[in-house]
């Protein structure tokens, strides 16, 4: 039997301790007001997505219980209770409100996984400021793009990333008008011009701060994700998500009070935020950062001396973890482990059942993406699972298959049918804009249907099963990658006319960004331009973004109103059918 077509049945001891018990039973039962109700909020029907990450906490007497456990690189480890947590993000609403930075101001992190960049996260919340999160592999131009829509007020970085990839760029940024330095080795005696020493600053300021008594709408953080065309999107999030971030914690992630929860991924990207900081606190519990990146052994030390019990992964991790075996992680000892979950990609049918060789659990594939601000479709504790499908909508959450007729939509009913996936607008989470682009928002609403942009369909018994993008953005290593923003770079090297990027598939990463481009008249293709078309786009924009593959073609297939046919540029490159090339520049 093939891993499509086996299910994983859930044992009923796993049933009982689980939060979500009976699908069916607790979705008929949910509302997201009680689900609200489970939250404290603030005097006054106000609402702060830090009070009820940290200092509920420690109003509730858990102030002594661990928050965060930060695993340096180097195996330095550092503790933070909830109360010192509290303390160090008053700190920092405290130097922001200094700053005069107040309610509604953009600060953004460009931070390696280290306590400041949690503690900056949660501090500008309760100062009702807006927090982004930059990925650190990112080069200038990225954060250039981000901050500048952003109109990023502070910038929290390091020396090393400061020097290299902010201050090349500071001069376009006039909104920016603090940058605070958090120390790193690579810290020289003398800090660089207009910029602060962020420790210095947390010294000075006071570990009492009153969390500013933010409305449910207003904006706390936004998160840039891409598109196919155009500059990044900045996906707006409110302070009411963190309903959303509790009842996902809650049901989809099976958080109990005593667990111990590693979620992996970067807070550059959304998951790192809402599950990597976020969900977990509002839980009162313990989560695990390790500031270094993937290596199975590593990982596989960290789940088993940390007593880790929930862990949320991605699936290029657990590709890269199979490649070593099972017996790998089961060397070293007994693990604590009772849920593990995985997010970003499509997590193949043998995954989900590695992860039982290898740890006698399932991984659980669940669905979201930025613009939904947490999980929405997931396979739960007790419910058993179909390995390949991405499982079940949240309770609260409507999902269908919907089909696009003229400027409307239908849904589709009949199973096992290919659509595109939509969810019916309205739960907490959901994103309330792209930061001055209200025509592209406008533009993923049909009526009460929010349009994912992913392909799927829906089994007899409600499973979704993920299909693939209805565009052409690209997934590598679970991150997006807008294809425009790589074009747009490539576009700057004086040798290249026309460039079009494409995400090849790849067995671990499951895209790898590949880009096609024609040369301008006295150029030719070789080996050491091809180099140095690499390394120029690797500078610009950092290695998570950078093309790995670049080929040169005399001229690049353009449709009659001369858009690059990236499909198409796809289709040739993986000798697929061309489909319909009647739009291609040059066909009668
Ligand atoms: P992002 O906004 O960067 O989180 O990316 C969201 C996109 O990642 C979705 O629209 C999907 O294309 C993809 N994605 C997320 N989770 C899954 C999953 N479980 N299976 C397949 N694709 C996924």
Redesign the pocket.
């Known amino acids: 039997m093939t891993a499509r077509h086996v299910t994983v049945h859930k044992p009923p001891e796993v049933a009982a301790r689980a939060n979500l018990r009976d699908y069916e039973v607790t979705r008929a039962a949910f509302t997201w007001a009680s689900a609200r109700a489970e939250l404290d909020g603030l005097p006054g029907g106000a609402l702060n997505i830090a009070h009820e990450a940290v200092d509920r906490h420690v109003a509730h007497g858990r102030g002594e219980h661990l928050a965060l456990r930060w695993l340096g690189k180097g195996g330095e480890v550092r503790d933070l209770t909830y109360r010192a947590l509290s303390e160090e993000t008053n700190r920092f609403a405290g130097v922001l409100r200094a700053l005069g930075v107040g309610r509604g101001d953009r600060v953004f992190a460009l931070l390696p996984r280290v306590p400041a960049l949690y503690v900056a996260c949660l501090g500008t919340l309760k100062n009702g400021s807006v927090f982004s999160p930059l990925f650190s592999a990112f080069g200038p131009e990225p954060i250039a793009a981000r901050v500048g829509l952003g109109e990023g007020r502070v910038l929290v970085t390091t020396e090393a990333l400061y020097r290299k990839k902010v201050a090349p760029i500071r001069h376009t940024l006039p909104s920016l008008e603090h940058v605070l330095l958090v120390a790193d080795a690579s810290a020289g005696a003398e800090r660089p011009a207009g910029t602060r020493d962020y420790e210095a600053e947390m010294r000075a300021a006071s570990a009492s701060f009153e969390v500013v008594a933010t409305s449910p709408s207003d904006m706390a953080l936004l998160h840039f994700?891409s598109g196919t065309t155009g500059k990044p999107k900045g996906a707006i999030h409110v302070h009411e998500a963190v309903v959303a971030h509790h009842a996902t914690g809650k049901l989809a992630l099976d958080l109990h009070p005593d667990d111990v929860f590693w979620c992996t991924a970067d807070p550059g990207?959304?998951?790192g935020t809402s599950y990597g900081i976020l969900s977990p606190l509002t839980h009162g519990i313990t989560s695990i950062i390790d500031e270094a990146d993937f290596d199975a052994e590593r990982w596989y030390a960290i789940l088993r001396d940390q007593r880790v019990t929930v862990w949320y992964t991605a699936p290029t991790a657990v590709r890269m973890m199979m490649r070593s075996g099972a017996a790998a992680a089961r060397a070293g000892g007994a693990h604590a482990l009772r849920f593990i979950a995985?997010?970003?990609?499509?997590?193949n049918p043998e995954a989900v059942l590695w992860g039982l060789e290898a740890f006698d659990l399932p991984i659980h594939?669940?669905?979201?993406?930025?613009?939904t601000g947490g999980i929405m479709?997931a396979n739960y504790a007790a419910m058993d699972v179909r390995p390949g499908s991405?499982g079940r909508p949240l309770p609260g959450v409507d999902a269908a298959i919907v089909r696009r007729v003229g400027s409307g939509v239908e849904v589709v009913t009949s199973p096992d049918t290919e659509g595109e996936l939509a969810l019916r607008r309205g739960w907490p989470s959901m994103f309330r804009g792209y930061l001055h682009d209200d025509e592209r928002y406008a533009k993923c609403f049909v009526g009460e249907w929010y349009l994912?942009?992913?392909l799927a369909r829906r089994d007899a018994d409600g499973y979704y099963w993920?299909i693939g993008?209805a565009d052409d953005v690209i997934?590598s290593a679970?991150?997006?990658i807008g294809p425009f923003e790589v074009e747009s770079a490539l576009l700057e090297h004086p040798a290249v006319a026309e460039a079009g990027v494409i995400g090849k598939p790849d067995p671990v990463a499951m895209e790898v960004v590949k880009a096609f481009v024609s040369l301008k008249p006295g150029h030719a293709p070789s080996e050491s331009l091809r180099r140095e078309l690499l390394g120029f786009a690797r500078t610009r924009l950092g290695p998570a973004v950078a093309p790995k593959e670049i080929a040169f073609l005399p001229s690049l297939p353009r449709t009659r109103s001369g858009k690059i046919m990236r499909r198409l540029l796809k289709a040739r490159e993986l000798g697929l059918p061309e489909g319909d090339t009647s739009m291609l520049e040059g066909a009668s």
């Open positions: 994700t990207w959304v998951t995985s997010v970003g990609e499509p997590l594939d669940n669905w979201w993406q930025t613009e479709i991405m994912t942009g992913d993920f993008r997934k679970g991150h997006l």
